[in-house]
């Protein structure tokens, strides 16, 4: 009898129990969350993610969930065919970072976007089979996840497979982009894809990926392998034999996800966590923190002349450095030490005459001792903290809005063109405006140099902020921002990340600025001092959790987009 009674309870409280975990209810979208929060570029991503982590899954499970959500939802930037880099953070205060930024494939060459005269073929690093680098994206989530998930892995794939497969309705945005890119994406994809479409795309239109879920079901199934190895393997390189590609079955079979040591660093009182080369990005963000630590920034006020002058300034400085001395480390000795150095960085901008422009023209890059020395000539972002308090800041990208615009044949998804990123040739900008020599030019299986930016800020050796965005060269100069707009301006985390944003990157020599930033007065004295004020449109589309002092995590999603905060 007791038997059958307890059989009988326990059969519906194991019911309950499945049924309470495959449909959890209690995310919700918010400003403010108890326990755990996902932010990111769309508001189905970010309840996949809060639903990993109400499930029990920990911030790594969640970002492998929204990492594949993701690239179904978010085309532009969210991808199996990128890469990109994360920093994670647990809740005991041990940090890592993974780079799985995409690698030049072995037969990749120097002048391999030159023509005979050695001058660069319009378009051919960006628009084309060959403009793509082998992707780093599946590796990264399954080096991720073997290091730091606590959930089957085929569970974080369920999701993106069943939204591939059963479609979701798109938003505004995304039928006006969708439209926008036809043209592009018919031209590199004369037999169709996914995207394609006669009719215009509008808002609610349904988007299945049929071939995406498949692809997905792999991954679901055999891990890295599902992409690196077998058919969708042999699907990359026949697109690549479609048009001039150059990757190989080797070249994809080879790429691996590498664990970095952080670039970490004082700022006051919080400590900076964030990525190494072969991004620039935590070594400049810390660069610029440092430069301006000693100035009364907060006391200045947020955009005031002054701040805009003293910020500016650091970054004409830092970004000069950037193109001589930033590239991959496994190729080029970074001087990581002397860029990442209080009294350097300090010291300099003591010299730097605050009241006027500097002119670019005027700042080479510092020379370090033993280092080399000539002179030359659409991302997206997420961050997720646990109840348990684990944290993640993501960037991963295919670089410019739907990558190359190539579409892998039978696999479903859109190839990066992040061989841009590379220095094409010393002195010619990339397609954000970026220079570059030796340090980054094109050599077999190196990563290009890139901006991106994931950082994690601790306060009195606790976890503070999580915060990243897309933006190309306007990364880092938009994590700084938001930075200071927490810690010297006292914003709340949706105030620093709605607040209008600037940037500088040595050259071209002007200050780029969002409709509503810099008032007028302050752009005339500006004007007058000798910054050259360059109107634009948004700038980055930054995913900020702050924790407040009760514990709680304050979101900022970027009203620059769809983004979304979901939480519980
Ligand atoms: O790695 C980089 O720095 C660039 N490929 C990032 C591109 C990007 O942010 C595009 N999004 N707006």
């Known amino acids: 009898m007791i038997k059958k009674l307890t059989a009988i309870w326990i059969i519906p409280l194991f019911l309950w129990i499945q049924c309470g975990t495959d449909n959890p209810k209690e995310v919700y979208e918010a400003e403010v969350f108890e326990q755990a929060a996902v932010v990111t570029a769309h508001p189905i991503a970010s309840k996949i993610g809060a639903e990993i982590l109400e499930k029990g899954g920990n911030a790594v499970d969640a970002a492998v969930a929204v990492k594949f959500a993701l690239a179904v939802v978010y085309p532009n930037a969210g991808n199996l065919g990128g890469g990109g880099f994360l920093v994670y953070r647990t809740h005991q205060g041990e940090y890592n970072t993974l780079d799985f930024r995409e690698k030049a494939p072995h037969r990749a060459d120097k002048d391999m976007y030159l023509d005979d005269q050695k001058n660069p073929i319009e378009d051919l690093s960006l628009y084309s089979e060959l403009a793509s680098g082998v992707p780093g994206s599946v590796a990264g989530m399954a080096e991720a996840h073997s290091k730091y998930g606590t959930m089957e892995w085929s569970e974080l794939l369920k999701p993106s497979i069943e939204l591939a497969k059963n479609g979701f309705k798109i938003t505004k945005r995304q039928a006006k982009e969708f439209n926008h890119y036809q043209k592009r994406f018919k031209k590199l994809n004369p037999s169709g894809a996914a995207i394609i479409k006669d009719d215009p795309w509008v808002e609610g239109d349904l988007f299945i990926q049929t071939e995406l879920a498949e692809t997905l079901v792999r991954i679901g199934e055999f891990g890295a392998d599902g992409f690196y190895k077998g058919e969708t393997a042999e699907l990359i390189v026949q697109q690549m034999q479609q048009g001039n590609g150059i990757i190989t079955l080797e070249d994809l079979e080879s790429y691996e996800a590498i664990w970095r040591e952080p670039i ?30 000693p100035l009364p920034i907060s ?14 300034e650091a970054e004409r400085r830092i970004y000069a450095d950037r193109a001589m001395h930033l ?23 003591k010299q730097v005459d605050l009241t006027q422009a500097t002119p670019s023209k005027e700042v080479r890059a510092t020379y370090f001792p033993g280092y080399y020395y000539e002179e030359p000539e659409e991302t997206t972002h997420f961050s997720i903290v646990d109840a348990a308090g684990n944290a993640i800041s993501l960037t991963t990208t295919i670089n410019d809005s739907y990558g190359s615009g190539v579409w892998v044949k039978g696999a479903g998804f859109l190839l990066n ?7 094409i040739k010393p002195g010619t900008p990339n397609m954000y405006g970026l220079l570059g020599g030796v340090a980054n030019a094109i050599e077999p299986n190196k990563r290009m140099l890139s901006a991106m930016t994931p950082t994690i800020v601790e306060k009195d050796n ?22 200071l707009n927490v810690t010297e301006f006292g914003m709340t985390a949706k105030e620093s990340v709605e607040a209008p944003r600037f940037h500088h990157q040595w050259k071209p020599d002007r200050i780029d600025v969002e409709e509503s930033a810099i008032d007028s007065s302050t752009r005339a004295a500006l004007n007058q001092a000798g910054y050259n004020i360059h109107p634009r449109g948004a700038i980055g589309r930054v995913e900020a959790i702050v924790v407040q002092k009760d514990g709680k995590l304050q979101v ?9 905060a979901y939480g519980f």
């Open 417 to 423: 063109n992040e061989m841009d990123d590379f220095s």
């Open 462 to 483: 606790e976890l503070f902020m999580v915060v990243g965005t897309p933006g190309g060269s306007t990364i880092i100069t938009s994590v700084f921002q938001t930075i």
């Open 327 to 349: 590239g991959d480390p496994d190729f080029f000795d970074v001087p990581v030490e002397q860029l990442v150095n209080k009294n350097f960085n300090m010291e300099r901008m």
């Open 299 to 312: 006391s200045w006020g947020f955009q005031s002349d002054s701040t805009v002058r003293a910020m500016v």
């Open 556 to 564: 900022g999603a970027d009203p620059r987009g769809d983004d979304a």
């Open 264 to 293: 970490v660093g004082d700022y006051k009182n919080y400590k900076i966590i964030s990525m190494p080369p072969p991004s620039s990005g935590g070594v400049a963000l810390l660069a610029l923190l440092q430069s301006v630590e």
